[in-house]
């Protein structure tokens, strides 16, 4: 029997790719001086997030590589779960107040935060 040949976006692959370099491009700038202080390393942060990032490259590789007709008999127990996680963060999300669906309001660390989520725009707002 013959293997089927998969043919790779390069084109989305060249994306995905530069759009990795550049987020730990930005995270490290954003954290090597905190790095620095906190743990005497201004690497620290973009090791950790280097290593999350090669795990999530191997995962996609392997997920890319098995056929999606797989995937077809785990889709609606994915779509529970999706909304059962999705209530879940409504229940347990502390001191959490909802003052419609798309804005909610909540405590972090004595800090109160405003997420507010439209068509227009999404963001935090401090």
């Known amino acids: 029997m013959l293997k089927k040949s998969r043919k790779i976006d390069y084109i989305l692959l060249i994306i995905v790719l530069v759009l990795l370099v550049v987020g730990l491009v930005i995270m490290y700038s954003a954290s090597a001086y ?3 202080n906190t743990f005497g390393d201004s690497y620290y942060y973009l090791k950790k997030q280097f290593f999350a990032t090669s795990l ?3 995962l996609m590789y392997i997920t890319a590589n098995i056929d999606y007709h ?3 008999r785990f889709a609606v127990l994915g779509y529970i779960v999706a909304i059962l996680l999705s ?3 409504i229940f347990l ?3 959490a107040v909802i003052l419609s ?3 909610i309001i909540f405590s972090d660390i004595g800090a109160r935060h405003k ?3 439209s068509t227009q725009n999404f963001g935090m707002i401090q």
């Open 56 to 58: 999530g490259l191997a």
């Open 70 to 72: 797989v995937w077809e």
């Open 34 to 36: 905190n790095g620095w």
């Open 87 to 89: 209530i879940a963060v």
């Open 115 to 117: 997420l507010f989520a």
């Open 101 to 103: 669906p798309s804005i």
């Open 93 to 95: 999300l502390p001191d």
